[in-house]
């Protein structure tokens, strides 16, 4: 089945930096979702990104499909951009595989 | 509109016993997805239901039972706890018609 590769593990950044998370797999890439896991264990949805770039604010997202991988960029981080940062491919018509994440620490 | 709604948010069994997982959602989502997610780890699907009266096993299924009890619910049941089980627990929901999974906020479950 399809692997989820993200990097890096873990990041420690200062308030105000920017920053890229990367995911890359295995296989194609389809319907690929970012959530953030705030220090709560709460999942918050950020972006369904099939394809293409979006933006939120302060994140914007890209996949490229044909090449497998997808990064999210996090511009002047704030202490509540804290938590663990996931990536999700759909893996056959109804399951999600999860990458292992990157664990962000934004410091004041 | 509550979302995704777990019970209970955290529990406590002692090996051998048994319990059950409650999940509900209120956007009328056809597809439900119960997780684990062990510590340092990602998500690891158990079970999903792609419509109501389907369910089918996910990556680690082994020690666990579900049940579509309509569109709205979806169980999972421990029928004999085990310390591997010692998990959060997520439950998930999609529509039919998008891909966005939306996600309860979890149960913390200790087996001893």
């Known amino acids: 089945g399809i692997q989820v590769e993200q990097s890096p593990p873990d990041l420690i950044l200062q308030e105000g930096a920017n920053s890229t998370l990367r995911c890359n797999f295995s296989?194609?890439?389809?319907?690929l979702q970012w959530f953030h896991q705030n220090p709560w264990g709460q999942l918050i949805n950020l972006f369904y990104?099939?394809?293409g770039t979006k933006q939120n604010g302060r994140l914007s997202a890209t996949t490229v499909a044909t090449e497998r991988y997808s990064l999210l960029y996090i511009s002047s981080s704030q202490t509540t951009d804290s938590g663990v940062y996931f990536c999700a491919s759909q893996g056959g018509t109804y399951k999600y595989i999860f990458g292992t994440g990157t664990r962000l620490k934004v410091l004041a | 509109n509550a979302g995704v709604t777990q019970t209970p948010k955290f529990q406590v069994l002692k090996t051998g016993q048994s319990m059950t997982l409650q999940c509900a959602q209120d956007m009328n989502h056809n597809s439900m997805y119960w997780y684990r997610q062990d510590p340092g780890m990602g998500l690891r699907l158990i079970y999903y239901?792609?419509?109501?009266?389907?369910?089918d096993k996910g990556e680690v299924p082994n020690g666990y039972n579900v049940s579509r009890l309509n569109k709205r619910e979806f169980s999972l049941r421990l029928e004999s706890a085990a310390p591997s089980q010692t998990s959060v627990y997520f439950c998930?929901?999609?529509?039919?018609?998008?891909?966005?999974?939306?996600f309860g906020p979890g149960t913390r479950l200790t087996v001893t």
């Open positions: 998930a929901s999609r529509s039919g018609t998008a891909y966005e999974q939306y």
């Open positions: 990104i099939p394809s």
């Open positions: 239901s792609a419509s109501e009266g389907t369910t």
């Open positions: 296989d194609s890439v389809n319907n």
